[in-house]
């Protein structure tokens, strides 16, 4: 029997019990990588966030079917390919089986489903159609473009109001469109771009229809739980909506979960404002099992902070638990007594209820975690030393081993923070501090901004020999900077 969950639905903007379309099953996609590129660490938390989803579904009874795509064709991704005289879809292929390496070393679970856009062409097409025929989509000189105006509901996500929207700003203004709102399907194919034949000529699909075609090719035509970043809800995921209702005539999606932001400082992370960290660079030092302990760290719904101090907490979390594991193991070969039984486990049996309880309510992860973090203070304080030395220790019994090891496989298989070779992750633990060691030996934030300030006014003063000095001065102690057009200057570190 399947645990109850309650999941907050952001088309509600409230918790509601989850009620699924075919009792005990899940029918679940999530919004995957636009592949131009290495993927960073605000998209690995997109990419946990969908894995923790899965992974607790599957763990609390339901049979799952989770969907995440690849997004292969893009405007981002056939400009990269032209500066690389490349052919778009292989270059994105290569950066797909980058993904695939960054997101092994991520921990995370296969997708029942992981499409790609190039391939589902076909049924893309037939949706368009579909839209067009039920009055809600127009073909201009081989473009169609949908009519937000024919679909009454629009903004029922995002709760926007159509009237209210900034057009120029926040939608693009196309004088071939009926209304500025509308957003295209299919758009005709440029000189030298990548195309397929279609009813409408040569070209390819627009971004929203792709994410409709792929869900309803694996998951129907309304489906449980759709997952993506805030920044989709608008207007991607009210695109979503709104060409998928028009096309099937049903309900798309009952249940709509958004993770925040991944902050670095005070800045939403993004490649547009040059601070990023991609994937690669991170577990290259610290190893894919920080950075899944760091994203596990904060609820999904709140925005989480980039920082050295939540790196090392990371690392010591993922230290404690492994340590924990081993001398667990070593104690259940050393210091058992096979005929006695002890009062702890009826806690432990508690934590684990409170876990599930936990992690049945909106995916509360760091609640959950917690709870396994009681145990194992409660373990190591009367039964385990670090030393392996057992002669002032209580002994382990029967009931307590299977208590512990149950709650350690119930963390196991929900969240995926707990590995099989732990002697392997604590080796990665010491590279990890190593690295984290030298991290800090770099220029304060504060001496970066206040050089960051000296080199403005050096250009100001048009001193530019000082200007470079500073410049040079940072790139030596491992600091990007990118200047923008508007005179703001951002920094990174390599």
Known sequence: MAEKVQIFNNLT????????????????????????????????????????????????????????????????????????????????????????IDMNELGMLPATHTPIVSETIPEIINL????????????????????????RSYGKLSKKKLEQLEHGNRVEVDDKKKHPSDFVLWKPAKEGE?????????????????????????????????????DLMFPH?????????????????????????????????????????????????????????????????????????????????VERIHKFVIHFKIAKSKNVDSSGSDELTGKIADLVNKMKKDLSNDFNVPGAIAHY??????????YLDEQLDFSHKKKLTPDLIKAIEEMTLLTKNAVGMIYDNPEEVLKTVERAKKNISKQEQKLSSETIEQLI??????????NWSRADEIRKELDASGIILKDSPDGTVTWSYK
């Open 13 to 100: 903007r409230s918790k509601l019990p989850f009620v699924p379309v075919i009792a005990g099953e899940v029918k679940f996609y999530s919004c995957g990588p636009t592949v131009y590129d290495f993927i960073h660490v605000g998209n690995a938390r997109a990419l946990i966030v969908g894995d923790l989803i899965h992974r607790i579904f599957k763990t609390l009874g339901y049979h799952v079917t989770f969907v995440r795509n690849f997004t292969d064709v893009d405007d981002k991704i056939i400009n990269k390919a032209k500066e690389k005289n490349e052919d778009a879809l292989a270059y994105a292929k290569r950066f797909i089986n980058e993904c695939n």
């Open 128 to 151: 368009i159609e579909d839209i067009i025929k039920n009055g809600f989509g127009y073909v201009v000189e081989g473009e169609v473009f949908f009519h937000v105006p024919a679909f």
């Open 194 to 230: 990548i195309f397929w034949q279609s009813p409408w000529g040569k070209g390819r699909p627009g971004w929203h229809i792709e994410c409709s075609a792929m869900s309803k090719k694996y998951l129907g035509e309304t489906f449980d739980i759709h997952h993506g970043g805030v």
């Open 237 to 317: 995921h009210e695109n979503e909506i709104a060409q998928s209702e028009a096309g099937n005539g049903k309900t798309y999606c009952n249940y709509w979960c958004h993770h925040e932001f991944l902050n670095f400082g005070d800045t939403k992370m993004s490649k547009s404002l040059g601070n990023v960290v991609t994937i690669r660079q991170f577990t290259d030092k610290f190893g894919g099992v920080v950075l899944r302990q760091l994203l596990l760290s904060a609820h999904y719904r709140t925005v989480m902070v980039w920082s050295e101090q939540a790196i090392e907490r990371a690392i010591s979390d």
């Open 373 to 382: 973090f009681s145990m194992i203070r409660m373990i190591n304080r009367d």
């Open 453 to 462: 300030i000296e080199r403005k006014e050096a250009r100001i003063a048009k």
